[in-house]
């Protein structure tokens, strides 16, 4: 109230002086140009000028409530096309979901250009697109997604890896996570995807690298994680072992590289000594496996590695044989261990003790391997009728349905 009055106040005083200079002199203008001559008193010119800002004011005023009319009655308006997107947006991720890509695609990308936050319509368009196998325009819908929307460069990144992915562009996708990983190297799925993508293409070697970082980042639970890591250290050693070398190479060196990096609480673990044996046996350093096999089975005593060790060749094969019988007294019905016995009489060439074993291994357990080796013990000694049977056994055995095992490791014999 106070103000409104101060106002009035002043408005009444402005007006008071404005009358008084009036009176004081009428003032005089005079503009002159060429032949164009304008005169009047200085109050008329002033008038004038009020006039004319009055009347741009005006001008402008209407232009705007045009202009604001405009976008209620044009049907290409501002809220038409909002109302557009809109729609397009509701079908796109409809047919997305339906899998009708290429109507997804064309709704989609309709929505994104319209929308002012594109991000989701982009994304749902470059997957479309990849269906339809329009690779290159799928990566373009990408790139727009991130020129339009660059803070979120991680979910578009994330999404063209699951794309590359898809389309088996292996190398690409694991150059794609990569980048990603040297900008946000905790992202938890980024690691996640790697992980599942070295998987998928065998690359045991990076995936034992990335095992620290995904234990550290928790992107598993920990006894999948602890699963996969022997896992994966169990076939980058097959896999080591598998790898063709130079001839001037020492055979044994990518294996060895490979044990010696593995964790230390692992190289304890039967499974992982297990895979480093057979490597050495395959590899001939027979010798070494059964030192390596020895120092395991006197930590643990373990049936992986007692088939492996009936099969591997000592610098000494009857002290092999002792040791392996020392065993016996403790599992005396193991047909895996009756087996390796076998297996050790033979090359001790002690052949009735082989063949007791073998008979024993078999009266407990019938399997294709002790049929095979009691038949050739056979073969050797004369009874071929018998070696006959036996071999038609292991046959029929070996066609048999194979049961599942708790400890599905092979052990491939050289």
């Given at each position: 109230?106070?103000?409104?009055?101060?106002?009035?106040?002043?408005?009444?005083?402005?007006?008071?002086?404005?009358?008084?200079?009036?009176?004081?002199?009428?003032?005089?203008?005079?503009?002159?140009?060429?032949?164009?001559?304008?005169?009047?008193?200085?109050?008329?010119?002033?008038?004038?000028?009020?006039?004319?800002?009055?009347?741009?004011?005006?001008?402008?005023?209407?232009?705007?409530?045009?202009?604001?009319?405009?976008?209620?009655?044009n049907p290409w308006s501002r809220r038409r096309r909002?109302?557009?997107?809109?729609?397009?947006?509701?079908?796109?991720?409809?047919?997305?979901?339906?899998?009708?890509?290429?109507?997804?695609?064309?709704?989609?990308?309709?929505?994104?250009?319209?929308?002012?936050?594109?991000?989701?319509?982009?994304?749902?368009?470059?997957?479309?697109?990849?269906?339809?196998?329009?690779?290159?325009?799928?990566?373009?819908?990408?790139?727009?997604?991130?020129?339009?929307?660059?803070?979120?460069?991680?979910?578009?990144?994330?999404?063209?890896?699951?794309?590359?992915?898809?389309?088996?562009?292996?190398?690409?996708?694991?150059?794609?996570?990569?980048?990603?990983?040297?900008?946000?190297?905790?992202?938890?799925?980024?690691?996640?995807?790697?992980?599942?993508?070295?998987?998928?293409?065998?690359?045991?070697?990076a995936l034992c690298a990335l095992l620290p970082e995904?234990?550290?980042?928790?992107?598993?639970?920990?006894?999948?994680?602890?699963?996969?890591?022997?896992?994966?250290?169990?076939?980058?050693?097959?896999?080591?072992?598998?790898?063709?070398?130079?001839?001037?190479?020492?055979?044994?060196?990518?294996?060895?590289?490979?044990?010696?990096?593995?964790?230390?609480?692992?190289?304890?673990?039967?499974?992982?000594?297990?895979?480093?044996?057979?490597?050495?046996?395959?590899?001939?350093?027979?010798?070494?496996?059964?030192?390596?096999?020895?120092?395991?089975?006197?930590?643990?005593?373990?049936?992986?590695?007692?088939?492996?060790?009936?099969?591997?060749?000592?610098?000494?094969?009857?002290?092999?044989?002792?040791?392996?019988?020392?065993?016996?007294?403790?599992?005396?019905?193991?047909?895996?261990?009756?087996?390796?016995?076998?297996?050790?009489?033979?090359?001790?060439?002690?052949?009735?003790?082989?063949?007791?074993?073998?008979?024993?291994?078999?009266?407990?357990?019938?399997?294709?391997?002790?049929?095979?080796?009691?038949?050739?013990?056979?073969?050797?000694?004369?009874?071929?009728?018998?070696?006959?049977?036996?071999?038609?056994?292991?046959?029929?055995?070996?066609?048999?349905?194979?049961?599942?095992?708790?400890?599905?490791?092979?052990?491939?014999?050289?």
């Open positions: 109230m106070k103000r409104t009055v101060l106002v009035s106040v002043l408005i009444l005083l402005g007006l008071g002086f404005l009358g008084w200079a009036i009176a004081q002199s009428t003032g005089y203008v005079l503009i002159t140009y060429g032949r164009f001559r304008y005169e009047s008193s200085f109050w008329v010119f002033l008038a004038f000028i009020l006039c004319l800002w009055l009347l741009a004011v005006l001008l402008r005023t209407v232009l705007v409530g045009l202009h604001a009319s405009g976008v209620w009655i909002a109302q557009r997107a809109e729609r397009a947006a509701r079908l796109g991720a409809r047919e997305l979901a339906e899998g009708q890509w290429s109507a997804a695609l064309d709704h989609l990308r309709l929505a994104a250009e319209h929308d002012r936050e594109p991000l989701v319509h982009y994304l749902g368009a470059a997957r479309a697109a990849s269906e339809l196998g329009r690779h290159d325009e799928s990566d373009e819908l990408l790139r727009k997604a991130e020129a339009r929307e660059p803070q979120s460069a991680v979910v578009i990144a994330l999404t063209q890896a699951q794309l590359q992915i898809d389309r088996n562009q292996y190398d690409a996708a694991r150059a794609t996570l990569l980048r990603l990983l040297e900008q946000y190297p905790r992202h938890g799925y980024a690691l996640t995807l790697l992980q599942q993508l070295y998987v998928q293409l065998e690359d045991w070697t995904l234990r550290k980042q928790r992107v598993l639970p920990a006894e999948r994680l602890d699963a996969l890591e022997r896992l994966a250290w169990i076939a980058a050693l097959e896999q080591a072992a598998d790898q063709p070398v130079a001839p001037e190479a020492d055979p044994i060196a990518r294996l060895d590289e490979r044990w010696q990096a593995a964790p230390s609480g692992l190289r304890n673990d039967p499974a992982l000594v297990a895979a480093y044996a057979q490597g050495l046996h395959r590899r001939g350093a027979s010798a070494r496996a059964e030192e390596l096999l020895s120092a395991a089975l006197k930590r643990q005593y373990d049936e992986r590695l007692v088939e492996l060790y009936g099969m591997v060749e000592g610098r000494d094969p009857a002290r092999q044989l002792a040791l392996a019988e020392g065993w016996l007294k403790a599992r005396p019905e193991s047909p895996v261990l009756l087996l390796a016995l076998g297996r050790l009489s033979m090359r001790n060439q002690l052949w009735g003790k082989a063949r007791d074993y073998l008979e024993a291994s078999l009266r407990f357990e019938q399997k294709p391997q002790t049929c095979a080796e009691l038949a050739t013990l056979l073969a050797q000694l004369g009874e071929s009728e018998r070696s006959n049977r036996l071999y038609q056994e292991g046959f029929g055995l070996l066609a048999a349905p194979t049961p599942v095992q708790s400890h599905p490791v092979p052990l491939r014999q050289a």
